[in-house]
């Protein structure tokens, strides 16, 4: 059953609505959540990109700051060996002694590594066979005797051999392309498995390549290793941001949801009435919105099941009425011999059952009104034509009361966005008002006009009677439910007590209020200033042309 004419604001522009249509003008940008959520996770993800790139850089930086010094390094040994250890013109050859000598004397870096070959490729002198240093690997596990040990895929010593024959063969490669007279320069792997700069310059008199010097230096993964390890900070702030980002999105939007959830259960377990967070309602948030919003929807929720309830008792107590004096009829009725008592009484009975019939009817309607608006969608109505084939639908003269339309400007345009048969059953239950109060010989006028305010263009619909008017107090309460303080006996437009439901005026206003204009009610002055009748005063939003 609808809620009638319970919380017309609910139809109308509410604090809910200015809120969705805020909503749909957010997007990522507008949001504050969004701009949270967004901002938290690309802080900790930029952290990292940039600590990444940061160490990219640094390590194509090093190896080839590596390179460069080496290269210059070899190229200056090259060159001192090259005036000190040549004999021989005009064919030049290298003193491999002599050369062994100049390597001797020159203090190379432990942590580099030079080889000096001759121009067959045959190694002369190596500073690490100079210096005396001692490269130490781990031995794999002892097998059985005259059986290998078993080594798993994963060990360290599973591929050694292998890895040292590779390491080998690429650097004999590149002492061979030396030879040929062009410098090598390129990282490649070591023994151990690991990276290792390696820069191979040939010696060379004039146009005679006499011998390679190779010189590598294995310490860059050690060095990366150490900016690695630098890059741990950025990697704990990260994650820190990340842990902190969570908490934080915890705090402002999990939890909240969470007690709006709990709060929803509340209402639907009838422990409470309206969903109340004062607290969250007051954040300029989506969360905000969301609590706002559920607030203002179990409010309306709220108001409208109060309606309900008023209007069933009110429905109950209407169909007492008539109930109780046809109940009170036909027991009087048992104890009245045949005649004219009881045919009165029977008189009584007809008018309690067309007055209850009237009733259940305008009950039924008003119950189907909420769908029916919700169903039809409004479309542009030429009010001025409406209301001419609604008032074409009244005899002119049906109890000697005239029904007529008068335009205020014939040639306006009088279009507003509305639904035919709610309006239709507006203007029709006006002028059926109207017609009930009107004297014999009056007439009920319904005028047309535009108007036009600061809410923009409206079209003012009026339909005036000549009746006696509406006492000051009840031009308001005559729109209430079930509303029928009317002069007792018969009526001058002929409508007798009991006639009307009450409930006319109450479905006029709820219609007009749905399609976002206003119904009042007033008194027409006469010329002596008394009460002339009474005026209904509709105003529709004019459509947009």
């Known amino acids: 059953m609808s809620a009638i004419n319970a919380a017309p604001s609910a139809r109308s522009p509410s604090r809910a609505d200015d809120l969705a249509d805020h ?8 949001s504050r959540l969004g701009r949270l959520i967004l901002g938290l996770n690309l802080l900790g993800l930029a952290i990292l990109v940039v600590g990444a790139l940061v160490l990219n850089e640094f390590s194509r930086g090093l190896v080839q700051a590596r390179i460069d010094s080496l290269s210059t390094q070899a190229q200056l040994i090259s060159y001192v060996i090259v005036k000190a ?9 290298m003193d491999a002694d002599a050369a062994r000598e100049i390597l001797e004397l020159l203090a190379i870096p432990r942590t580099e590594h030079a080889r000096l070959y001759d121009a067959r490729g045959k190694l002369i002198a190596d500073t690490d066979v100079i210096a005396d240093k001692v490269t130490e690997h781990p031995l794999p596990p002892a097998g059985r005797a005259g059986h290998p040990p078993f080594q798993w ?8 051999a292998e890895r040292e024959a590779r390491a080998h063969s690429a650097e004999q490669a590149e002492v061979a392309l030396a030879l040929t007279g062009r410098p090598i320069a390129q990282v490649r792997s070591a023994e151990g498995g690991g990276r290792l700069v390696s820069v191979s310059v040939p010696i060379q008199h004039v146009q005679a390549v006499l011998g390679d010097l190779t010189i590598e230096a ?20 990260a994650v820190a941001a990340v842990l902190s ?6 705090g402002a939007v999990a939890e909240p949801i969470r007690r709006l959830a709990r709060a929803a ?25 969301l609590a706002r919003s559920l607030d203002a929807m179990t409010t309306a929720l709220t108001t409208r099941m109060d309606a309900i309830e008023r209007f069933a008792a009110d429905v109950s107590h209407e169909i007492k009425n008539p109930l109780t004096s046809m109940r009170s009829a036909l027991e009087t009725m048992e104890m009245l011999p045949p005649g004219a008592g009881r045919d009165r009484l029977a008189a009584v009975l007809a008018a309690d059952v067309k007055r209850l019939d009237r009733l259940i009817t305008d009950i039924s309607n008003a119950s189907r009104l909420d769908a029916e608006l919700s169903r039809d969608n409004p479309r542009t109505l030429d009010l001025a034509r409406f209301l001419a084939d609604v008032v074409g639908l009244y005899d002119f003269q049906a109890g000697g009361v005239e029904v007529r339309l008068i335009l205020a400007d014939p040639a306006a345009s009088y279009r507003v966005a509305g639904r035919e048969g709610p309006l239709g059953q507006v203007f029709r239950n006006l002028i059926d008002n109207a017609h009930s109060f009107s004297p014999p010989g009056g007439a009920v006028r319904v005028r047309l006009s535009p108007l036009r305010r600061d809410g923009g263009p409206l079209v003012v619909a009026e339909v005036e009677d000549d009746g006696p008017g509406v006492p000051a107090d009840n031009l308001e309460s005559i729109f209430n439910r079930f509303y029928t303080n009317r002069p007792k006996g018969q009526l001058p437009g002929g409508s007798a007590f009991g006639g009307h439901s009450g409930l006319g005026l109450s479905i006029a206003r709820q219609i007009v209020e749905a399609h976002g204009g206003r119904l009042s009610a007033l008194n027409r002055a006469g010329p ?4 002339a009748g009474a005026t209904f005063r509709v105003e529709l939003p004019a459509a947009r042309v």
């Open 85 to 93: 250890a040549t004999t021989g013109d005009p064919e030049p050859a």
């Open 265 to 289: 259960d509340s209402v639907r377990l009838s422990r409470a009435r309206a969903i109340s967070l004062p607290d969250m309602a007051k954040r300029q948030d989506e969360v905000g919105d």
């Open 153 to 160: 895929p994963w060990s360290p010593f599973y591929h050694r």
């Open 23 to 30: 909503r749909r003008l957010l997007g990522m940008g507008g």
């Open 528 to 531: 002596d200033g008394a009460i």
């Open 218 to 237: 294995g310490d860059v993964d050690q060095i990366v290793a150490k900016q690695r390890t630098a890059l741990t900070p950025f990697i704990l702030i």
């Open 245 to 250: 980002s969570s908490i934080l999105l915890n």
